[in-house]
Nanobody, 120 residues
Framework: QVSLVESGGGLVQPGGSLRLSCVAS????????MGWYRQAPGKQRELVAV???????TYSDSGKGRFTISRDNDKNTVYLQMNSLKLEDTAVYYC??????????????WGQGTQVTVSS
């Protein structure tokens, strides 16, 4: 079982940037597919981006070209660099870890979430 702790959320103006971090513990980080998901008020959780143990990345259409997922296996950490943020990016962002590739919005291990608010 892997434990996940997210950080880096906050309040940012439209067009701004944030970098989210998720530190994993309790298992061998390098074998996991890591992902970022988000849930806005009144909406279902949705995929933002995932990165496999081999470094293959997949992005949702909403984040493609603006967000970058990366991982540092030496630090047991996955990052989400978010640029050109929009009002509609406001959500709680969750880190996910699972064995094997999947973009499902359930399953695996989840962090507690970090709030991202985009507002002028």
């Amino acid at each position: 079982q892997v434990s996940l702790v997210e950080s880096g959320g906050g309040l940012v103006q439209p067009g701004g940037s944030l970098r989210l971090s998720c530190v994993a513990s309790g298992s061998i980080f390098s074998i996991y597919t890591m992902g970022w998901y988000r849930q806005a008020p009144g909406k279902q959780r949705e995929l933002v981006a995932v990165i496999t143990s081999g470094g293959r990345t997949t992005y949702s259409d909403s984040g493609k070209g603006r967000f970058t997922i990366s991982r540092d296996n030496d630090k047991n950490t996955v990052y989400l660099q978010m640029n050109s943020l929009k009002l509609e990016d406001t959500a709680v962002y969750y880190c996910n870890a699972r064995i094997g590739f999947s973009i499902a919005t359930s399953g695996g291990s989840w962090g507690q979430g970090t709030q991202v608010t985009v507002s002028s």
